[in-house]
Nanobody
C-alpha cells in the first residue's frame, strides 16, 4: 500500500509560482511511476505531468504547462514535487498526485487513457486569481 498526501496549494496571483509536494509512505516511490493530475470545476480530471519509475525515465507534460511546470522526485525523502511558474487563472484546479507500478499504465492515463491507477492522494487546491 502507498499513501499519498499532497500539500503546497493556495491562492496566488497570475504570474506567481507554487511548489506542490506529495509525500508518500508505505513504499519507496522510486519503484513507481508517479504523476500529477488536476480537476477544475465542471471538468474532467486531466493529466498535468507524469514520469515513469526510476527504471523508465519517460516524462510527459500536458501542452498548456510545458515550459512552466516541472515534475521531480526526491527518492531519499519519498516525495514528489510539481514546480509551477507563471501560473495562469486556467491552472485553477484541485491537484492530485498518483502512483502506479506500471509506467505504461500511468503515462497512458496521464495522456487521457482509462487505465485505473492504484494510488491517489486527496488533492490540494490551487487557485490563481487574475
Amino acid at each position: 500500500q502507498v499513501q499519498l498526501v499532497e500539500s503546497g496549494g493556495g491562492l496566488v496571483q497570475a504570474g506567481d509560482s507554487l511548489r506542490l509536494s506529495c509525500t508518500a509512505s508505505g513504499r519507496t516511490v522510486s519503484n513507481y511511476a508517479i504523476g500529477w493530475f488536476r480537476q477544475a470545476p465542471g471538468k474532467r480530471r486531466e493529466g498535468v505531468s507524469c514520469v515513469g519509475s526510476d527504471f523508465d525515465g519517460r516524462t510527459y507534460y500536458e501542452d498548456s504547462v510545458k515550459g512552466r511546470f516541472t515534475i521531480s522526485r526526491d527518492n531519499a525523502e519519498n516525495r514528489i514535487f510539481l514546480e509551477m511558474i507563471n501560473l495562469k487563472p486556467e491552472d485553477t484546479a484541485v491537484y492530485y498526485c498518483a502512483a502506479d507500478r506500471s509506467s505504461i499504465g500511468l503515462l497512458s492515463t496521464c495522456q487521457g487513457g482509462s487505465y485505473d491507477l492504484e494510488y491517489w492522494g486527496k488533492g490540494t487546491q490551487v487557485t490563481v486569481a487574475r
